[in-house]
């Protein structure tokens, strides 16, 4: 999704669309996107032996900067905004003098922000490129109005976007955003880009070039993950805008999650503020469902599309050799054996598996923090205080995609979630929501979780107090394994088949 239009009331208004994934199936990542403000829904797959996973939606609705934010400059020799014409309006961008610059662009701006076919006449008359050239201006003035105007004028609209892209707009936004230190400029930047995002056909280019300004520039320093960032100056519009572009690129192809999930701080500092905004009970947020879907995003296909780190998992570290030919434990991922009953190998049809207890790494980087105890332990805090429907979705989603695979890994993760973090409760609470969206996510997940035989006697225990409605949804979502599980026990008399 774009990033809404602020209203003429103010420009700090928040962004409250909801975004359309690209495939809306129970095998991608979290369920909130915006790039056209309808509401993503699943297309009805029905989950069966492994459930499939599932990805966010885009961020919010595009939108739009207030209609004259500036101001329109009144005489000095320069027409007065409601005595021009788009066509004036834009042969005053092609003028040295800053006041006429300035009067043009206030001007489109605000007729953009009015009236959606003025964004078609700026660009069939070309007043694209001499807009995107004010970015250049030495006049802050000129550089938010003109950034302001392009926000606009890119809103919901492909062919425009295209031409700012064309035009050299990207190189211009980024190198603008690195040097301007106006919260008013950046918010403005920031909008351009969430809108910008939202067009799938963009997204290769801006996670390449705009992934790591955003993340450098605004989301480290933010969140004051690193030591190292200057003092937190950033506005938090600007983070909110910032993390709805990012939840947008998040849900592009593969490429684009792998570039994410290597781009150094990225992951580290969006954890982090998850983490601060559960500890300090503020879970609703939109900057906190962004971070989420984003998450959640990142760990869709986690296992298959970065196998070198996860073949740490396919064998036990008692039988692998540490590099210089002694068979010596080695960490897998978060978690490292630091004593005998650290780590628990078992034997089962000559496959080897990993059981708990596991103790974690002190110190995990990057992508090893998408399944570590601390975010999943969030995810499950959220699910028990928060009450947007968009951070409830990619919580669950995210438990899902991490155990959606029947491989040792997906295991070790129910085993986690279940016996370590006791996150049974909070997840079987979210059974009795009245989305169906939810429901169907939090089936898919009980459905991962009764694979793991470990987990199964916990869950044994968990299920008669929610055995009705279990039957009911079973029914509804076709959850066949889940549907297995339940009838171990004492299916209800009216008999469901699945």
């Not at 206030?106 to 006449?121: R, Y």
């Amino acid at each position: 999704m774009s990033d809404p239009i602020l209203t003429p009331a103010t420009m700090a208004q928040q962004a409250t669309g909801q975004a359309v994934p690209t495939q809306a199936r129970f095998n991608r990542a979290s369920l909130y996107s915006a790039a056209n403000g309808s509401a993503a829904q699943f297309s009805g797959t029905l989950v069966r032996s492994v459930a499939p996973q599932v990805i966010s939606q885009q961020a919010q609705v595009e939108r739009k900067a207030s209609a004259g934010i500036n101001g329109l400059l009144p005489t000095n020799g320069v027409s007065t905004a409601p005595d021009l014409t788009l066509k004036e309006a834009i042969e005053y961008l092609f003028r040295d003098e800053e006041k006429f610059q300035l009067s043009g662009a206030s001007f489109i701006q605000q007729s953009t922000f009015k009236e959606d076919k003025s964004k078609q006449e700026v660009w069939q008359m070309g007043g694209i490129p001499p807009m995107v050239s004010l970015l250049h201006s030495p006049n802050p003035q000129v550089q938010q109005t003109a950034a302001a105007a392009l926000r606009n004028l890119v809103f919901k609209d492909i062919d425009n976007k295209l031409e700012v892209l064309n035009c050299g707009g990207l190189d211009a936004v980024l190198t603008l955003l690195k040097s301007t230190s106006s919260s008013l400029t950046q918010k403005q930047l920031t909008g351009l880009l969430w809108n910008l995002s939202s067009a799938d056909q963009l997204k290769p280019e801006l996670v390449k070039n705009v992934l790591p300004v955003l993340t450098e520039s605004v989301v480290v320093p933010y969140t004051c993950w690193s030591d190292s960032t200057a003092s937190n100056n950033i506005d938090p519009e600007v983070f909110h805008n910032a993390t709805a572009c990012l939840r947008n690129l998040s849900g592009a192809s593969k490429e684009e999650r792998q570039a994410m999930r290597e781009c150094r701080g990225l992951i580290e500092s969006i954890v982090t503020y998850v983490n601060s905004s559960v500890g300090g009970d503020n879970p609703d947020n939109t900057s906190v469902e962004n971070c989420v879907c984003i998450l959640h995003n990142l760990t869709y296909q986690l296992e298959s599309e970065a196998p070198d780190h996860f073949a740490k998992f396919t064998t036990p570290p008692q039988s692998r050799s540490n590099g210089s030919g002694d068979k010596k434990p080695l960490n897998v991922g978060c978690f490292s054996p630091k004593s005998k009953r650290g780590l628990v190998n078992t034997v089962n049809n000559s496959k080897n598996t990993f059981s708990l207890p596991l103790t974690e790494e002190t110190n995990p980087k990057g992508l090893s923090w998408l399944y570590h105890s601390s975010t999943l332990r969030a995810y499950l805090t959220m699910l028990d205080s928060s009450r947007k429907e968009g951070t409830l979705e990619a919580c669950c989603g995210a438990l899902q995609n991490l155990t959606a695979s029947k491989s040792q890994f997906s295991n070790l993760m129910s085993e986690t979630i279940v016996k370590k973090l006791n996150g049974l409760q909070s997840i079987s609470s979210m059974l009795h929501c009245s989305s169906p969206g939810q429901q169907k996510i939090v089936m898919a997940l009980l459905s991962n979780l009764s694979r793991a035989k470990a987990v199964q006697g916990s869950m044994g225990k968990n299920k008669n107090s929610h055995a009705q409605t279990l039957w009911s949804l079973c029914v509804n979502y076709c959850t066949t394994e889940l549907c297995v599980f339940l009838s171990q026990g004492h299916p209800p008399s009216t008999g469901h088949n699945c």
